[in-house]
Nanobody, 128 residues
Framework: QVQLVESGGGLVQAGGSLRLSCAAS????????RGWFRQAPGKEREFVAAIRWSGGSTYYADSVKGRFTISRDNVKNTVYLQMNSLKPEDTAIYLC?????????????????????WGQGTQVTVSS
């Protein structure tokens, strides 16, 4: 069984920063990509960022481009999301995900259906 565990969420004022982590554990696991999504109350799950595990290509939602940075540590099997210049509209539960299927191009890993494993999520609240 593969487990993804997020950490690093919390309450921050607008303009502040947070760094989320997502560690993978369980059986030997290799993913082609890891992603971050978020879900606010009453809204659909929204893509935030993704990174290819081999090569490190990154993809971002337009709403976070220039403010958020996704990175990975291959040794620790951990992915990070550095969030700067946070806004109240960034408030949501942030979930990390892992994809065990290879897809080419920049579209597939922006879609929840590409991911096989999901964490439980960590709450991020940005106050105005």
């Amino acid at each position: 069984q593969v487990q993804l565990v997020e950490s690093g969420g919390g309450l921050v004022q607008a303009g502040g920063s947070l760094r989320l982590s997502c560690a993978a554990s369980g059986r030997t696991f290799s993913s082609y990509a890891r992603g971050w999504f978020r879900q606010a109350p009453g809204k659909e799950r929204e893509f935030v960022a993704a990174i290819r595990w081999s090569g490190g290509s990154t993809y971002y939602a337009d709403s976070v481009k220039g403010r958020f940075t996704i990175s990975r540590d291959n040794v620790k099997n951990t992915v990070y999301l550095q969030m700067n210049s946070l806004k109240p509209e960034d408030t949501a539960i942030y979930l990390c995900a892992a994809a065990s299927t290879y897809y080419s191009g920049s579209y597939s890993y922006t879609q929840p259906a590409a991911y096989d494993y999901w964490g439980q999520g960590t709450q991020v609240t940005v106050s105005s």
